[in-house]
């Protein structure tokens, strides 16, 4: 006797929805330039639309009108980050053939925390952080690995500089060890929030930042960095990890990243660049001096969800040397017992299960590489091209604040009226369509 499971589908009926949905999907695709970017709805309308108010049904749904009709919903409920007017922030539109790579990585649904669970997945994951680091000028010997985004990317890099730089077994004897002593941590005031989340989660508390003042341009001041550093150290504490920013998130500030990395150097503190934002512009030759220092950190935080188009979610987390990652994250219990030769994945994060999110990425970089000259990735420097170009062309009454210090390629505007900053106001709002 045969039992047929509920979510079991044969081979027929699965080819039949899959061909339909990849059309769905397909025509909302070319579709979207023509529609809105949101349709801007309340919470309680999205559920009312979705029938989302209701209890766990019953009754089961055949499964053909269920995915006809969740799509239709999505396509008429979201908000579309690919859209070409969708300006709202960096998340990029995804590529086609990192959809095409979820899909695939889904049916063989691979668990990428050991190699044994997933010889081909850990393999490629591998690859993939070696491309990425090669792309941004890091050492392509770095350990690393996928992650969920910028946060997490990191947050990994807080907790391999946790452990790396305590002076004492922080995982064992916790943030304050024996001694009392504190572990300071040295950001910008333009960093972002997730510094905080780390210094949360690593327990180190909120109050061991040290917040550093920035220059005119937003960047770190390094003299104020360097006498920070001194003075704890001379009160007992320890400095244990500068950040340094390549993007800020306000202005795409970039700081003086060979500046901090000799400072901490030359005091022995850890350097973790958050390149969330920008990092990936140091693969453009145009790109400054400063971005391309991130090739100096003990570890990097980048995104290929923005800059590679890459699917939602993909973050990256490289660390110099591989050994601060098994130092800040391996455990070896008795029911795990994985080849130690081989890459396991979940000696080199927080993550136990983990999914196949290298693919879509991995999938994606052989075409980049391969179909656009190495200086036009993502075609961000046409476009700071053109804003440079709409700035001298502009005509008196649009001004482009802080241009002239444009770090990564950020391109603001605003319609400076008669009447001033408030006069101009309103006329930019008058202006929107």
């Known amino acids: 006797m045969t039992r047929q499971a ?5 081979a027929a009926t699965f080819r039949a929805l ?14 979207l330039p023509r529609g809105p970017v949101t349709h801007d709805e309340s919470p309680s309308a999205v559920r009312h639309a979705l029938d ?4 766990l049904p019953e009754a089961g749904a055949e499964p053909g009108p269920l995915l006809e009709r969740t799509a239709r919903l999505l396509f008429e409920h979201s908000l579309f980050n690919g859209h070409p007017r969708f300006f709202g922030y960096i998340t990029a539109p995804p590529a086609p053939i990192g959809i095409l790579g979820d899909f695939l990585a889904s049916a063989v649904n691979p668990n990428v925390g050991a190699w044994t669970l997933a010889p081909a997945a850990t393999e490629i994951e591998a690859q993939t952080v070696r491309w990425i680091a090669e792309l941004i000028g890091y050492s392509p010997e770095c350990g690393g690995l996928l992650v969920s985004g910028g946060n997490m990317a990191n947050i990994v890099g807080f907790l391999a500089a946790r452990a790396a730089r305590a002076g004492w077994n922080v995982r064992e ?6 001694s009392g002593q504190r572990l300071r941590v040295y950001a910008s005031a333009e960093t972002h929030t997730w510094i905080q989340k780390a210094a949360d989660i690593a327990g180190l508390g909120t109050t061991s930042v040290r917040w550093i003042p920035t220059d005119a341009r937003l960047r770190m001041d390094v003299a104020v960095l360097r006498r920070h550093i001194e003075a704890d150290a001379a009160a007992g504490d320890v400095p244990c990890l500068v950040v340094g920013t390549a993007g800020s998130v306000s202005t795409g500030a970039v700081d003086p990243l060979p500046e901090i990395a ?3 150097r030359e005091h022995g503190v850890w350097f973790h660049v958050d390149g969330a934002y920008g990092g990936f512009a140091a693969c453009v030759p145009e790109a400054p001096d400063d971005v391309r220092g991130l090739s100096l950190a003990d570890s990097v935080a980048i995104d290929p969800h923005k800059w590679l188009y890459a699917p939602l979610e993909a973050g990256c987390a490289l660390v110099r040397d591989p050994e601060m990652l098994r130092a800040a994250f391996s455990y070896h219990p008795p029911y795990y017992h994985f080849e130690e030769r081989a890459t396991n994945y979940v000696d080199y994060g927080p993550q136990n299960s983990r999914g196949f999110r290298a693919l879509k990425v991995w999938l994606a970089l052989p075409r980049r590489r391969g179909g656009l000259p190495p200086h036009d990735l993502g075609g961000h420097p046409p476009v700071a091209r053109a804003c440079r170009s709409r700035a001298s062309h502009a005509g008196p009454g649009v001004r482009h604040p802080g241009s002239e210090h444009r770090d990564l390629p950020l391109c603001a505007s605003r319609f400076a009226g008669p009447g001033g900053r408030k006069g101009g106001r309103r006329a930019s709002r008058r202006a929107q369509p």
């Open 173 to 178: 004897r916790g943030a304050s060890g024996d």
């Open 52 to 55: 989302l108010d209701g209890p």
């Open 6 to 10: 509920p979510l079991a589908m044969d």
């Open 262 to 264: 000799a400072t901490c």
């Open 18 to 31: 899959g061909h339909r949905l990849v059309d769905q999907v397909a025509e909302f695709l070319d579709a």
